[in-house]
């Protein structure tokens, strides 16, 4: 099976970077874009921050990176 596109969730929190690390290496092994996601309630400003630090550690592993910050829950958030 051959995945064009991996995404992930995260809050920036010590076990999301452990699954961004993981989608990072699973992206790159399928030559697939990752796109990491984060939800936010009313603090883009911080989703925005932790997207900036997820995507910088994922790019030197893998340079097809994308970020997404999105409104709403977390549940939501993923599958919009």
Do not use: C, F, N
């Amino acid at each position: 099976m051959t995945y064009r596109t991996i995404v992930v969730g995260t809050d920036g929190t010590p076990t999301a970077r452990l699954a961004e690390a993981r989608a990072t290496r699973l992206a790159k092994a399928h030559d697939a874009m990752l796109l990491i996601a984060s939800a936010y309630a009313d603090d883009e400003a911080h989703a925005q921050a932790v997207l900036q630090t997820s995507a910088d550690a994922a790019r030197k592993q893998w340079p097809r990176v994308d970020v997404r910050a999105v409104p709403g829950d977390s549940a939501t958030a993923m599958v919009t």
